[in-house]
């Protein structure tokens, strides 16, 4: 008896002993390795035995069509590394689930292998994270990733996931979707994945990434996106200014003027910026205020004038476009859509 494999992987990693230079052992417990001279009641018995010790072994075996069957010799090496048990031809069949899938999937003119690897990431039939560009859009990403945004829709479909589309600029100053996934959480794991699956998918990373202050999409660009810079969109800050200040303050014109002025201006130089803030700070006795403070460490991270050396970055100081993009996805697709039809969009 012997067998076939199906496809070759690392012969270190799934074999025990390797002997000579081609010739391989399958790991097995000696009481399952077969004999000369062992006895079977039935043909059927036979080829039960052999075809469990191949499983265990890592390779793939299949019937001869000669109608009678005689075991002289047994050799238990091989001359082609083995493989994992869940690489096998037995594990590799698809169930009718699996074909069905397929199927549906090719009316949406989804390619079986892009059908193949959208099943793989059901877990227990459960849509865990996926993530999804057609061609146009890789063709808009190749051309147009010097900024993009994105801004999380809170589980509006019918899968009860959190939306997350990618949107960029193109040259004539309109939005493009440039990638869209689906989030069964906002963990920093789960962004990290998606931004994974997005850097795979474009094969490189934007310059410059707009979010709001979420700490795990925080984490995440900085795990994944290491060569982009991340900017905090102004206009959620300014919003939260008005709960962070005290009455006076917001009753003051004139300070809420100048700040205002000195936060937006896109034309003033980082050092500029420094001195003006410290010297508004120190005027209105501001210098230990916790909020104020905190925004000034992270200056780097929302202030215009620190991204003027990237191409549209004046055109992407919020995430409103991503929020744009979010409302026309939800006036012209139905919460109640499939997978397929998302995809297919």
């Not at 081609?22 to 062992?38: A, C, E, R, T």
């Not at 999804?132 to 809170?154: C, H, L, N, P, Q």
């Amino acid at each position: 008896m012997g067998g076939e494999s199906s496809s070759s992987v690392d012969d270190a990693q799934y074999c025990a002993d390797i002997i000579g230079e081609h010739v391989y052992k399958p790991n097995v417990h000696v009481q399952l390795i077969p004999f000369k001279g062992l006895i079977f009641k039935s043909l059927k018995l036979a080829i039960k035995m052999y075809s469990e010790y191949a499983e265990i072994g890592g390779f793939d075996v299949r019937l001869s069509t000669t109608p009678n069957y005689k075991a002289f010799q047994f050799d238990e090496f091989h001359n082609h590394p083995l493989e994992k048990k869940s690489d096998l031809k037995k594990a590799r069949q698809m169930s009718y689930s699996e074909k069905e899938f397929i199927v549906q999937a090719s009316t949406s003119k989804i390619c079986p292998t892009m059908a193949h690897k959208l099943r793989e990431s059901l877990r227990d039939d459960v849509l865990d994270c996926m993530f999804w560009a057609d061609e146009m859009e890789k063709a808009y990403y190749a051309e147009f990733s010097d900024v993009i945004s994105f801004d999380v829709t809170f589980r509006t479909n019918k899968y009860r996931m959190v939306f997350v589309p990618f949107t960029a600029i193109e040259h004539h100053k309109k939005s493009i979707t440039v990638g869209a996934g689906l989030l069964s959480n906002e963990s920093m794991e789960s962004y990290s994945w998606l931004f994974k699956a997005f850097l795979k998918t474009h094969k490189k990373e934007p310059t410059l990434v707009s979010t709001d202050q979420d700490t795990s999409i925080k984490q995440a660009i900085e795990n994944v996106f290491a060569n982009s810079k991340h900017r905090l969109c102004m206009w959620h800050i300014m919003k939260k200014f008005k709960n962070k200040i005290s009455d006076d303050f917001l009753t003051n014109t004139d300070f809420r003027k100048r700040f205002s002025k000195l936060v937006w201006d896109v034309n003033m130089k980082p050092d500029v910026f420094e001195v003006k803030w410290g010297l508004l700070m120190k005027e209105f006795n501001l210098e230990d205020t916790r909020w104020f403070k905190d925004m000034f460490t992270k200056h780097h991270s929302w202030i215009p004038g620190y991204f003027n050396d990237i191409a549209m970055c004046g055109l992407m100081k919020t995430v409103s476009r991503s929020e744009s993009m979010n409302s026309f996805f939800n006036t012209y697709s139905e919460s109640g859509n499939s997978l397929l039809l998302y995809v297919q969009c």
